[in-house]
């Protein structure tokens, strides 16, 4: 099956600053990657997602980045603000399997 | 715009009782799933659907019925509830199976005791 995770469990980072949340995945034919963002006490929303022909994407203040070659995908966040505090989890779509990574936990400190 | 929403929030209940987590969405989307959110284990699919009348098993089924008799409704039902199932469960709805972002209800944490 798909092995996802992410590099770090926890992240703190100072307002102002950029953050970089990072996930691996091991499927090869993996076409689809979708970031979301699950505040406390609510269900996880959508940032940004990316398909397999790109590897880069660009939002408000997110960018995504898509490595194949070493299956690896990772989440930017530009100027971090104190209501980018958050879990965010990624979810690698294979053909019509999906998997969601266990989420890195960003904290910004002010 | 409601989007999707999750009935009730919490609940509480003692080993062996049955339950039946309600999930409707607005956006006329096919694809509707659910899953249980545990400490340091990410999202686990239970069930989906892919259109009303057809529904199918995730990773984690065991426990778990669900029917989908209209595209609005998906509820999840559990038989004899176990402290095992104790978890946040979300429900979600997408435009397509997966190609498409997901949206999420705001979740219902159970605890079974």
């Known amino acids: 099956g798909e092995s996802v995770g992410l590099h770090l469990p926890t992240l703190s980072v100072q307002e102002g600053d950029n953050s970089i949340i990072n996930c691996a995945y091991s499927?090869?034919?993996?076409?689809?990657f979708i970031w979301y963002k699950q505040e406390s006490g609510k269900g996880p929303q959508f940032i940004i997602d990316i398909r397999s022909n790109m590897d880069k994407r660009q939002g408000q203040r997110v960018t995504v980045l898509l490595n194949k070659t070493v299956k690896h995908l990772s989440l930017q966040i530009a100027a971090t603000q104190p209501g980018d505090s958050a879990v965010y989890f990624c979810?690698?779509?294979?053909?019509?399997?999906?998997?969601f990574g266990t989420g890195t936990s960003l904290t910004v400190i002010p | 715009n409601a989007g999707v929403t999750q009935t009730p929030k919490f609940q509480v209940l003692k080993t062996g009782q049955s339950m039946t987590l309600q999930c409707a969405q607005d956006m006329n989307h096919e694809y509707m799933s659910w899953y249980r959110q545990d400490p340091g284990m990410g999202l686990r699919l239970i069930h989906y659907?892919?259109?009303?009348?057809?529904?199918d098993q995730g990773e984690v089924p065991n426990g778990y019925n669900v029917s989908r008799s209209t595209t609005e409704d998906f509820p999840l039902r559990l038989l004899s509830a176990a402290p095992s199932q104790t978890s946040v469960y979300f429900c979600?709805?997408?435009?397509?199976?997966?190609?498409?972002?997901?949206?999420f209800g705001q979740g219902t944490r159970l605890t079974v005791v």
């Open positions: 979600a709805s997408s435009y397509g199976h997966s190609n498409t972002e997901a949206f």
């Open positions: 979810d690698i779509v294979t053909g019509n399997q999906f998997y």
């Open positions: 659907s892919v259109g009303a009348g057809i529904t």
């Open positions: 499927n090869s034919a993996s076409d689809y």
